[in-house]
């Protein structure tokens, strides 16, 4: 081989692992995330998250979720505080946005949410229900822990919003269920990355 061919060889060598570098640089990653409290209150939650490829920071994604209403959350209105409100997010469906500070899935982030929400509405001195939608923009902030040593997460999370009722009604009878326009939410989603 001569002088000539083997630096042409190098050079196709090098180019060929530099574009290759780059492809999975810039691969895009798909997780999965589940909000174990659902389930605890007899509901559930499945959130599809998306790293768009060329991006280190930017995750993007869609959920579902439902679950009984805690009293202690539903409490935290004074307004509804002991009135015996019995409340269901029979479905929420949400577009999600993150901005990771470091890496996708790893340490703090911020992100932005916008949901539709169906809930249920009953009380324990009226025998009838009543269902209402609302629209939520909440603005959340949280870390990513990744405790083993492969793609599972845990990614704990808080968030301000604002909540709108855009149909349905919140009274039963003489009774009508407050609805807070500001809302705040805890939680803790468990998540694995393909």
Do not use: C
């Not at 997780?31 to 920071?57: N, V």
């Not at 949280?142 to 999370?157: A, H, I, Q, S």
């Amino acid at each position: 081989m001569t002088s000539k061919s083997k630096i042409y060889l190098l050079v196709f060598i090098a180019l060929f692992t530099l574009a290759n570098s780059k492809a999975v640089a810039q691969k895009t990653s798909i997780s999965l995330e589940i909000d174990p409290a659902t389930f605890i209150f007899k509901g559930y939650s499945a959130h599809l998250r998306i790293a768009p490829g060329g991006t280190e920071h930017l995750l993007l994604g869609a959920g579902v979720y439902a679950m009984d209403m805690p009293s202690f959350l539903v409490d935290l209105n004074k307004n509804n505080k002991g009135l015996g409100w019995n409340v269901r997010l029979n479905m929420g469906a949400g577009l999600f946005g993150e901005y990771h500070f470091k890496e996708v899935n790893r340490k703090s982030f911020v992100g932005l949410q916008t949901s539709l929400q169906e809930f249920k509405i009953a009380n324990d001195s009226v025998d009838d229900e009543e269902k209402f939608s609302n629209l939520l923009l909440m603005a959340y902030t949280g870390y990513t822990f990744k405790p083993f040593d492969f793609n599972l997460y845990v990614k704990p999370w808080a968030g301000i919003g604002y909540a709108s009722k855009i149909s349905g009604e919140t009274n039963l009878g003489e009774l009508d269920y407050d609805l807070a326009p500001v809302t705040m939410f805890l939680t803790l989603h468990v998540g694995y990355t393909f």
